[in-house]
């Protein structure tokens, strides 16, 4: 469905400048700044959510995917950290919505684009308390086409680094500081020769890719690490489980996976919004089935892409289609 605009806020006007949401207003992306003072900086105190738009030609749409299951995970992260947000706007599923359909009909990307909102402690005081810290959004947009290959398969390894554990810095919520667990990970893996990683547990378990989910086929049936293996909660995860036993009668068990499944598995695959459904070929120099992309992934991938482009009605309630109408200049960003 198509995303109505609220009347709380209103409707800046359309500009070719590129712009952001930050602090309480549409502005200029060049004058969304923060000070090096600012406690998300000093600390890392900041959630995020990673939202894929994808453009649709033909109506001249951008088809933001599964926007609000990712504001109710946005929302359901400030309770950990303390990060209720300023405006009574911001406070909800449907404002956030209004306020980044807005966003994307003023940036007027006519391509697949990627939505970021941060909410994030903006104080000037040199403590990491999460207490009497004000807390503001930001929202910004930009073109996104693949930065995975979706087609040839990765080559990955079991990481050096574990992942970072609930009773620690959980996983579960997306905060911006767990992701230097990801970037020691992959920038290790890729100086190694991989293209990415595989994540382990405390215990040894799996967990899941270095920003992504992951997946396992084996005899014919998927196979994910549990939520409770220190993964994100993945909106991505959500949707194969569910297109997966809908469209193609296979069941996914989600359990605890060991490290020794990696090796004998039919498939692999990662998933996300990044990453969208990206075949495996190899894990520590061990060959997935024959080293392509498999039958089930691919008829997973072919699904979603699908799914995420609203060509299969049945899940077109997780699509958010915001008009793009063409307006003789170049697209903001381009």
Wanted: hydrophobic share 35%; glycine share 6%; aromatic share 8%.
């Amino acid at each position: 469905m198509t995303q109505a605009m609220t009347s709380s806020t209103p409707m800046p006007t359309q500009t070719t400048t590129e712009m952001a949401y930050h602090e309480g207003r549409f502005c200029p992306f060049s004058e969304a700044n923060i000070s090096i003072k600012t406690h998300a900086f000093l600390y890392g105190t900041a959630i995020f959510e990673g939202i894929r738009g994808y453009w649709l030609p033909a109506s001249e749409e951008v088809c933001l995917f599964r926007l609000r299951e990712h504001y109710q995970r946005l929302l359901d992260n400030t309770k950990l950290y303390y990060l209720k947000p300023t405006r009574p706007t911001e406070q909800t599923v449907e404002g956030l919505i209004d306020l980044t359909t807005q966003l994307v009909t003023l940036n007027q990307h006519q391509q697949d684009i990627y939505v970021r909102p941060s909410i994030y402690k903006t104080g000037l005081n040199i403590t990491p308390s999460l207490e009497n810290t004000q807390t503001e959004l930001c929202i910004w947009t930009h073109p996104l086409g693949q930065y995975l290959d979706l087609t040839k398969g990765l080559k990955v390894c079991v990481s050096n680094w574990r992942r970072i554990d609930d009773n620690a810095l959980p996983p579960r919520a997306k905060a911006s500081a767990n992701y230097l667990n990801t970037a020691l990970m992959v920038t290790d893996s890729k100086a190694a020769g991989f293209d990415d990683a595989i994540a382990l547990n405390p215990d040894g378990t799996v967990s899941e890719g270095s920003a992504m989910n992951l997946f396992l086929v084996r005899h014919g049936k998927l196979i994910t690490p549990a939520k409770t293996d220190n993964i994100l909660e993945g909106i991505t995860r959500d949707t194969i489980v569910t297109i997966a036993k809908n469209e193609l009668g296979i069941d996914t068990e989600q359990r605890s996976v060991d490290r020794t499944e990696l090796y004998m598995c039919d498939e692999a695959f990662f998933c996300g919004t990044g990453a969208q459904v990206a075949p495996i070929a190899s894990v520590d120099n061990r060959t997935i089935g024959d080293g392509t992309m498999g039958p089930i992934t691919q008829q997973i991938q072919d699904l979603y892409f699908r799914v995420v482009r609203n060509e299969l009605p049945q899940y077109s309630h997780w699509c958010t289609r915001v008009h793009v109408p063409s307006q003789n200049h170049s697209p903001v960003g381009v």
